[in-house]
């Protein structure tokens, strides 16, 4: 009798997430003093050769640059940055005693380093009317850039040490405003502490819950020293290595958290501490290599803006994320197969005491959304449309030091500087009249008559046919009305002087700049917003295999980024909270919507995926998304608040700059989790329900199958049977 062999099943090819996760659980050691290398190596090199970021805020091609660049071509002592040294004395200043007090103190400034001039407030129009207030201007010879801080405080202390007998000294200007600033506090530290307190209640084992600390650690420490020597080569503005920390602690506890609570999904499911290792890389994993990209990608995206050290900042945080997603896929896997055992201790003992599966309540939450699906879709759209409103008010610029704490330098220096002077004083515009000296007093005349203008100086000769003319507006540097003057000069009042003359006028300074940078921001902003969402929406296509999803996805996306910019402007510009009011910075928002965006993008795709993974085992829309909620709801609104909290303890930073970040990051996030995720995702699926899933046969042909879990996912689906399965 002939034995007939059952032929054995087609060995499925491993995928490259489980080569590279079985790799490093196998050599854990290796993997881990790989990464203990990277992180000593470069931050030992960037300690060692230090740091040069430096901000490049250059607009070639506007006024304001071009204003810049005659100066230092031409005028190049003029170029330099300026310090106000401010005094109030109530008994007056023209006193003799206090003038040789102040005439002495000076003197000492002027020997001091950087120093290029001194300009006493007992020359020209430097003390006011009333006698009682008067500023000197030190010139310097670079940009607050290139001054060291530790020059500034210098002066800042020689200034300060003639304080006394009724005369008080205050500092202003952007070089005693930089030297001000500290870093980012307690923010980060707190930031961690929450997440860490989340994740320990979410996994109940501290192991557990510090693993994603730690690969959110080792990403941006490697990423910080990265950063740090490539600002020797490439410009990348100061600003960058704490928002490269922000972004980095949300990210990589983000990552890491999606992927380990995969881990432990499998070891609930009774498999092996290896395998799950593998499975959850092969499909948490997959999804965290897409979510990174699509961040990059939105990152990479503000290289279309081309705004000068904008591009090194937006290279950065891309780097971090970059740092992030490859620890999370290789690191991961070798510290689960070091404390994997205690892991699983946990696992195993929450299965004897028999828990209900945590999947349950989402079932249940699911299916009321899918119940009352018009209301749970159509409520929260129109809450968060509320919220976003607000931003179609918002008006961009950069806070000056009327905007900083009342008790800086600066702040009292811009108040008595605005007393005596008048609120144009604290943001003069600059202009210069390449032509004659008659040239410029005729366009000094014209400026003078214009609306909105408190005084226009007499032209200052500083070269030959180059003439500068100080313009005091009647109102404040960020108020709209200043803006609006600064146009009215450029498109009204100068051109027919410069027809009439044949010379040629330049408005600069530093409302000038913020006019252009701001208008350049937002002349961009749609093409940016349009490369970022279009090219998202494609890799989208591509991995869900739908046209409706992907744009469902990028409407919310562009959504939940619009309340965060909605309540950004509430809270910053309207001063709503307390908040000092002010402009909102004029490239928070880019940078807010290229990292919320991806983000936001992060979530969706997680959700998505396990409802794509049901999809293609039932066909069944409703119990693909009520088995895709139910086995990711838990882990993502967990995720999100750890996002949150970490965003928004940044809010503590005592910079501006910062807080917005933070507090723009928070909302995103937390619109996202919480009303999209849970409400408005699932209802929108059920309403469409097939529908969401179609995609034309013509595309379905054309296009490449990307896929976000491996081939055995249905399968493995089916034997399963559809068994609850705790996060």
Not at 10 to 25: D, H, I, K, N
Not at 708 to 713: C, I, T
């Amino acid at each position: 009798m002939t034995r007939t062999t059952a032929a054995a099943p087609p060995t499925r090819r491993t995928s490259v997430f489980e080569r590279l996760s079985g790799w490093a659980y196998r050599r854990r050691w290796i993997a881990v003093v790989l990464w203990v290398l990277v992180l000593a190596g470069v931050t030992v090199a960037a300690q060692a050769v230090g740091s040069d970021y430096r901000n490049d805020f250059s607009l070639p091609g506007t006024d304001s640059q071009k204003s810049l660049d005659l100066l230092e071509e031409r005028a190049p002592v003029q170029s330099g940055e300026s310090i106000q040294v401010v005094f109030e004395r109530e008994a007056g200043l023209r006193d003799p005693g206090t003038q040789v007090r102040v005439e002495s103190m000076l003197a000492k400034v002027k020997e001091l380093p950087h120093v290029a001039g001194v300009q006493s407030p007992y020359e020209g129009f430097g003390i006011s009317e009333q006698g009682t207030i008067g500023y000197a201007t030190v010139a310097l010879d670079g940009q607050s850039a290139d001054v060291p801080a530790d020059d500034v405080r210098k002066i800042m202390d020689t200034a300060d040490a003639a304080e006394g007998d009724g005369l008080r000294v205050e500092l202003g200007g952007a070089p005693i405003r930089a030297a001000q600033e500290g870093g980012g506090g307690g923010a980060e530290f707190a930031g961690m502490l929450a997440a860490l307190v989340i994740m320990v209640i979410l996994f109940g084992s501290i192991v557990a819950a510090s693993l994603p600390l730690v690969i959110a650690i080792f990403a941006v420490g490697s990423a910080i020293g990265l950063i740090g020597l490539a600002s020797h080569v490439a410009t990348i503005a100061d600003f960058t290595a704490p928002l490269m920390m922000l972004v980095g602690l949300g990210v990589g506890i983000d990552y890491a958290l999606l992927i380990f609570s995969r881990y432990r999904s499998e070891l609930l499911k009774g498999v092996e501490r290896r395998q799950a290792a593998i499975n959850a890389q092969d499909t948490a994993g997959r999804t965290v290599f897409f979510a990174g990209c699509t961040v990059i990608l939105a990152l990479i995206g503000l290289v279309v803006l081309g705004l000068g050290s904008l591009q090194g900042v937006a290279v950065a945080v891309a780097m971090t994320v970059l740092v992030t997603m490859l620890s999370s896929l290789t690191l991961l896997p070798a510290l689960l197969s070091l404390v994997g055992g205690r892991i699983e201790k946990g696992v195993q003992k929450r299965l004897a005491k028999g828990k209900a599966a945590e999947g349950t309540q989402w079932r249940r939450w699911v299916t009321w959304v899918q119940k009352y699906r018009w209301v749970n879709a159509l409520v929260p759209l129109g809450v968060l449309v509320a919220l976003a409103v607000p931003v179609v008010n918002m008006n961009l610029g950069f806070a000056d030091a009327g905007n900083d704490p009342e008790s800086t330098h600066s702040r009292q220096a811009y108040d008595l500087l605005a007393e005596g002077f008048g609120p144009g004083f604290n943001g003069p515009l600059i202009v210069l009249a390449d032509g004659t000296p008659e040239d410029a007093t005729r366009a000094q005349s014209a400026i003078a008559a214009a609306e909105g203008v408190a005084t226009a100086v007499p032209p200052n000769t500083i070269g030959e046919n180059l003439s500068l003319i100080i313009v005091l507006p009647e109102s404040k540097p960020q108020d709209q009305a200043t803006m609006d003057l600064v146009d009215r000069l450029r498109e009204n009042v100068l051109p027919p002087v410069a027809e009439e003359t044949g010379a040629r006028y330049l408005i600069g300074g530093s409302t000038a700049a913020t006019v252009d940078f701001s208008e350049a921001v937002a002349a961009k902003m749609p093409i940016f917003v349009l490369v970022v969402v279009g090219l998202s929406t494609l890799l989208l296509i591509l991995v869900f295999r739908s046209l409706l999803i992907p744009l469902i996805a990028a409407v919310l996306n562009v959504l939940s980024v619009g309340v965060a910019l909605g309540i950004m402007t509430l809270v910053f510009q309207d001063g709503r909270l307390g908040v000092e009011p002010g402009p909102i910075e004029a490239y928070v928002p880019v940078m807010i919507f290229a990292v919320a965006f991806g983000l936001s993008m992060d979530y969706q795709v997680f959700l998505l995926s396990r409802m794509h993974e049901e999809w293609e085992r039932s066909k069944d829309p409703t119990e693909a998304v009520r088995e895709g909620i139910a086995t990711t709801g838990k882990v993502v609104t967990a995720a999100g608040a750890i996002m949150v909290v970490v965003f928004a303890a940044f809010m503590l930073s005592p910079t501006r700059m910062l807080q917005q970040f933070g507090l723009g990051l928070a909302v995103a996030i937390l619109a996202d989790a919480l009303l999209i995720g849970c409400l408005i995702l699932p209802a929108v699926m059920q309403i469409f329900g097939k529908k969401a899933w179609w995609l034309p046969r013509f595309l379905q042909r054309a296009l490449p199958k990307v896929a976000l879990e491996h081939s055995g996912a249905a399968e493995e689906a089916r034997e399963e049977e559809r068994q609850p399965v705790g996060v």
